[in-house]
Every structure is written in structure tokens, then in C-alpha cells.
């Protein structure tokens, strides 16, 4: 019978070391795809390092692995409850990607209000008899960053030997926005064919403000639509985040039980799916 008892813990030791062992190789994975993940958003083409923003991938890996397990291990003492640390985990493994689009985004946005002063004090220089080159100098030194920083590198990239027009497609793919390249394209088609650049600038100039005020004009028509969008969202995990409090014993199936997984997981669905579909019907194109 002890022989019997032995070899079945024995049996079971081994399943256990199997089983921890596998789980270790899947964090082991996990952590190693994270960790090129990160790598990768700091340093390939529309990383970080495109946004001139000097930060080490490697102190990333490491802070996004500590609140990987700091944070959920405190929500799980706080509250016991999974659901809720598995989402703070879901949450914490994807906020570096959030956040190198959040931060790209706005860098575009910043880089499309300044554009078209930057063209006209381009125009300007060139109208007083300054080269193009002469003129972006004085306008990098005038202008704020992110567009001194990207015209600065443009000029840094001629000045080691690069042609114009292969620093302005490098600027181009560090900046594939609309307005932007309707710029590019008109620089290069006015050095093709000739014709006044200073004029087409200006052109240009007064184009982009009309276009950015009739984008202003539609944020505000529309900024009632996203709040509301934004409120109906967030009004059922508010409600539901009461009543938890409020009623625990009654809520406690709907974060215990599968029928309850399952329901939250239909909520999220839609929760998402109703979001995107607001925003899609109060975003409009210029």
C-alpha cells in the first residue's frame, strides 16, 4: 500500500514539476515577445526614436514587467478579484503599444498646426531673396518642436551629403500625414517644372488653415456625439462598479461563476463594438 502511495506522489510530483515547468516556459515566451515588442516600438521607423524621444527599450522591458506583476498582485489583495486583475494584466501588457500611438498621434496633430506658419515664414524669406535652404534654417530657428526638430534633421541630413529630395521623402516616411504630403508634393513638382515656390507655399499655407478651421468647425459640431458616446460607454462599468459595493453577495456570481464570465465578456464585446460605432459616426473627413 505505501508503495502504491509513493509511486502515485511520486506520479504527481512529477505532473507538478511538468506543469510549473511549461508555466515557466510560457511566461519565459511571453516576457521574451514582450520585451522585442517594446525593442521594436523604440527603435523601428515611426518609433520613438522617430519622435526624438531618448529613452533606453531596455529600463522599458523593465518597468512594463514590474507593473506586470506589482499591479495585479496589489488588486488582487485589495479586491480579490480576478477579472479584475486579469484586465489590469491585459492592460498593462498592451499600454506600451497605447502609448507609442498616443504619443505619435499627438506629435502629428502638433506637427499639422504648425505647418502652415512654417510654410509662410518660408515664403516670406524666399520672397526677400533667401535660398530655400537659408529660408528653413531661419524658419527651424523660430519654430517650436516636433516640426523644428523634424526640418532641422532634414537640414542636418544635406549638410552630410544627402540630395534635397531624398531627405524629404526620409521626412516624408517619419511623417505620412495628408497635409504634409500634399507640401512635399508640391515642392517637388515646382522644382520639376518650375514656377515660384515662395507662391505655391503660400498657396499651400492658406489651404491647410482653411482646412484646419473646417476641421475645428466639425470637432465642435461633433463633440457632443463623442461625449455622449464616451458617457454611454462608461455608464454601465460605473453602475456595475457601484453595485458591486453596494450589493457584493448579489454581484459576487457575475465575477465567480462562468455564466458570469461570460456575461462580462459579452459586455465588453459590446461595450467596445458601441463605442467604436459612435466614434465612426461622429468622426467625419475633411
Request: aromatic share 8%; glycine share 6%.
Given at each position: ?34 520585451k522585442q ?54 492592460v498593462i ?181 458601441g463605442y ?11
Open positions: 500500500m505505501f508503495d502504491n502511495l509513493d509511486a502515485l506522489l511520486a506520479i504527481l510530483a512529477f505532473i507538478g514539476i511538468v506543469i510549473f515547468w511549461s508555466i515557466l516556459q510560457v511566461i519565459r515566451d511571453l516576457l521574451a515577445k514582450q515588442t517594446i525593442a521594436r516600438q523604440a527603435e523601428e521607423e515611426g518609433g520613438l526614436r522617430d519622435m526624438f524621444i531618448a529613452v533606453d527599450p531596455q529600463k522599458l522591458f523593465y518597468y512594463n514587467v514590474a507593473a506586470l506583476f506589482i499591479v495585479p498582485a496589489l488588486l488582487w489583495g485589495m479586491t480579490g478579484n480576478l477579472v479584475l486583475v486579469v484586465g489590469a494584466a491585459i501588457i498592451i499600454l506600451p503599444k497605447l502609448s507609442v500611438n498616443w504619443l505619435k498621434k499627438r506629435r502629428f496633430t502638433q506637427f499639422e498646426r504648425q505647418l502652415p506658419d512654417a510654410l509662410l515664414m518660408v515664403s516670406g524669406a524666399m520672397r526677400a531673396g533667401a535660398s530655400l535652404t537659408v529660408a528653413m534654417e531661419s524658419m527651424v530657428k523660430e519654430q517650436r518642436p516636433p516640426l523644428s526638430q523634424e526640418f532641422d534633421l532634414l537640414l542636418r541630413e544635406q549638410r552630410v551629403g544627402v540630395d534635397f529630395d531624398t531627405a524629404l521623402k526620409n521626412m516624408e516616411k517619419r511623417l505620412p500625414i495628408q497635409d504634409f504630403i500634399m507640401v512635399v508634393s508640391g515642392m517637388r513638382i515646382s522644382r520639376e517644372v518650375g514656377g515660384n515656390l515662395a507662391d505655391i507655399l503660400e498657396t499651400l499655407a492658406d489651404t491647410l488653415r482653411l482646412k484646419h478651421q473646417m476641421e475645428g468647425k466639425i470637432k465642435a459640431l461633433t463633440a457632443q456625439g463623442k461625449m455622449q458616446g464616451l458617457v454611454m460607454t462608461c455608464l454601465p462599468l460605473f453602475l456595475m462598479f457601484v453595485l458591486t459595493h453596494m450589493e457584493p453577495e448579489a454581484m459576487a456570481p457575475l465575477y465567480n461563476t462562468f455564466v458570469g464570465w461570460a456575461t462580462l465578456a459579452v459586455i465588453a464585446v459590446m461595450e467596445v463594438v467604436m460605432a459612435i466614434q465612426k459616426i461622429v468622426s467625419i473627413d475633411v
